[in-house]
């Protein structure tokens, strides 16, 4: 999550909300990251995740990521949770909750609705504080 962490101040740079993501490979190595750019690429789709997501298929030359973990500073939306169903993505370990759009527990429950084709095992709450902090300063300075 320090990564994460770490990758989503990059996005305070272009005005973007500060999330960012990275996939681990099941040996452990980090083969994508991805922070939120919709400001900088004008780009809807362009949420850490599906950066960190693409980027790691890129790596591995496959859009199958099983057995792969995704870490994320914040709860991801509707978008992002069915592009990690689709990605197979097997973890998901993420930081703050989303209470507005969140779709991994607070909204909506994509990623473990029993209609769902694909179960992606979730970890939640993990330095919580630590990405509720940054999301929050950014929303305060960006409200002045």
Partial sequence: MGIALEIA?????????????????????????????????????????????????????????????LVVTLEPCAMCAGAIAQARIKTLVFGAWDAKAGAVGSVWDVLRDPRSPHRTEVVAGIREAECTELLSNFFKDFRN
């Fill in 9 to 69: 101040k990059r996005a305070l740079a272009t005005n973007d909300v500060p999330v960012g993501a990275i996939v681990i490979s099941p040996d452990g190595t980090v083969i994508g990251t991805g922070e939120n750019r919709r400001e900088l690429d004008n780009d809807p789709t362009a949420h850490a995740e599906i950066v960190a997501l693409r980027a790691a298929s890129t790596a591995t030359n496959t859009w199958r990521l099983d057995d792969h973990t």
